[in-house]
């Protein structure tokens, strides 16, 4: 049987005794060998097995004291400890758990990233940012101070929040409910990003409206708009897009140029 037959069994019926299958499937998750969301043809795909695997893995583990450094904790899960031989940098008292897989080059300010997220080359994660179970962070990301990407473990499969490469995800923004955050978007600070929050395009003569996708290259401000109920007429929150980020200028550039057009805080 392949892993993820045996998965899907124990899914069916739990057996303690094949524990190790579900070990596996972590510790592959782990190096980065899995995933639990990746493109295929240009679309995100779900690995729904990959995610029963994790859910599998908290039913079965006991809870137990880990000790690193000055830092004790209580826990089912381990935490990463690879980070030498990754090429990783992480900053006290930053935490990763084990089967979340961090890329060469990343960087981790005090935050947190865990079980079955994915993060890719010399993203930063910035100061009391998470990074949510699942969560797939590309590479050259910044996920700036106290950013919240969301965790999105079950059902099964739902999709994960996805940041795509070279993104800006500014300060205090929440970003959740497997919402897509295309490649190179720019997302001012406080914006917050869920399944059912609007995202307007306002750069033309019509808004044009999105729900759980920031386009590639959009530079992203908070907004409100007016909504009528039995009570009276309430601002609701959406964000707005308000423009694009050059394809002619690299990443610090075009952001400062985002910055200076739009009056964005990040």
């Not at 005794?17 to 596996?24: S, Y």
């Not at 006290?92 to 935050?111: C, E, H, N, Q, W």
């Not at 307007?200 to 708009?225: F, K, L, M, N, Q």
Request: net charge negative.
């Amino acid at each position: 049987m392949t892993a993820e037959q045996d998965v899907e069994a124990l899914w069916d019926e739990l057996d303690p005794a094949r524990a190790n299958v579900v070990e596996e499937v972590i510790a592959a998750l782990d190096r980065g060998d899995l995933r639990v969301a990746e493109r295929r043809d240009g679309e995100w795909v779900v690995n729904e097995w990959v995610k029963k695997a994790i859910l599998l893995y908290f039913r079965l583990r006991k809870m137990a004291p880990d000790e690193v450094g000055p830092f004790v904790y209580h826990d089912k899960i381990p935490l990463k400890r690879d980070y030498a031989e990754r090429g990783v940098r992480v900053v006290p008292p930053a935490t990763a758990r084990f089967g979340s897989f961090l890329s060469p080059d990343v960087i981790l300010m005090p935050s947190y990233v865990n079980i079955g997220a994915w993060v890719g080359p010399r993203t930063m994660v910035d100061t009391w940012a998470t990074v949510g179970s699942c969560a797939q962070i590309g590479a050259d990301v910044h996920l700036a101070g106290g950013a919240g990407i969301g965790g999105v473990l079950e059902p099964p499969g739902a999709r994960p929040v996805i940041v795509e490469d070279g993104a800006f995800v500014g300060s205090r923004c929440i970003v959740t409910e497997g919402t897509i955050v295309g490649a190179g978007a720019v997302l001012a600070a406080n914006v917050v990003l869920t399944a059912s929050i609007p995202v307007v395009d306002v750069t033309g003569a019509e808004p044009v409206e999105h729900r759980g996708y920031v386009p590639p290259r959009s530079v992203v401000i908070p907004g409100t708009r007016p909504k009528e109920y039995a009570a009276g007429r309430f601002d609701i929150a959406c964000a707005l897009i308000v423009g694009q980020r050059s394809e002619t200028t690299d990443l610090k550039t075009s952001l400062n140029d985002a910055l200076r057009e739009h009056g964005i805080a990040t």
